[in-house]
T-cell receptor, first 113, second 110 residues
Framework: DGGITQSPKYLFRKEGQNVTLSCEQNLNHDAMYWYRQDPGQGLRLIYYSQIVNDFQKGDIAEGYSVSREKKESFPLTVTSAQKNPTAFYLC????????????FGPGTRLTVL | GNSVTQMEGPVTLSEEAFLTINCTYTATGYPSLFWYVQYPGEGLQLLLKATKADDKGSNKGFEATYRKETTSFHLEKGSVQVSDSAVYFCARSNDYKLSFGAGTTVTVRA
């Protein structure tokens, strides 16, 4: 089946530790995105990438890092510099041509203890 | 900027009631418009879309019409079911990105 996978679904970490969230897609999409969702709020863009080995900061990039070594993969690292990392993280992908519709993964809920 | 404003929730309805969720967008350029739905604990699913003025997107009994004159894309469903309980997000395209509204939580009671 084509789609986007995120793992793990739930993740617990101690304060001060870096943690990496996985995102893989087999839709052959050029663009990939990471969003953060907090309770009762909309989605805020963290980072996005339109091509392998290139990525841009979104609205709330501080305390996060990404890499795009393969077209299919766009891992997100939540660093210890992120002041309030507990949130629901959503990965998405989409084509660069056409209407820019995005397809979302199931999300990872990160809890920092 | 390129922003989206949608009706605040939460919205609670009885089964078979009529649902409207208002959404307006900033009129920069000629964006595509989307409604996404999020069920508890899951990612977002595309519900419907429209790419130009007067287009009507529809899916699963939901409809929304791209109104350029009022910069609106209101979501409607004539008869909701308990299974429609979810969070609904309006979004507009923005240079290969999407700008989302804050989301509207809808609860349908049997």
């Amino acid at each position: 089946d084509g789609g986007i996978t995120q793992s793990p679904k739930y993740l617990f970490r101690k304060e001060g530790q870096n943690v990496t969230l996985s995102c893989e897609q087999n839709l052959n999409h050029d663009a990939m995105y990471w969003y953060r969702q907090d309770p009762g709020q909309g989605l805020r863009l963290i980072y996005y990438s339109q091509i392998v080995n290139d990525f841009q900061k979104g609205d709330i990039a501080e305390g996060y890092s990404v890499s795009r070594e393969k077209k299919e993969s766009f891992p997100l690292t939540v660093t210890s510099a992120q002041k309030n990392p507990t949130a629901f993280y959503l990965c998405a992908s989409g084509r660069l041509e056409g209407i820019n519709e995005q397809f979302f993964g199931p999300g990872t809920r990160l809890t920092v203890l | 900027g390129n922003s989206v404003t949608q009706m605040e929730g939460p919205v609670t309805l009885s089964e078979e009631a009529f649902l409207t969720i208002n959404c307006t967008y900033t009129a920069t350029g000629y964006p595509s418009l989307f409604w996404y739905v999020q069920y508890p604990g899951e990612g977002l699913q595309l519900l419907l879309k429209a790419t130009k003025a007067d287009d009507k997107g529809s899916n699963k009994g939901f409809e929304a019409t791209y109104r350029k004159e009022t910069t609106s894309f209101h979501l409607e469903k004539g008869s909701v079911q308990v299974s429609d309980s979810a969070v609904y997000f309006c979004a507009r395209s923005n240079d290969y990105k999407l700008s989302f509204g804050a989301g509207t939580t809808v609860t349908v009671r049997a």
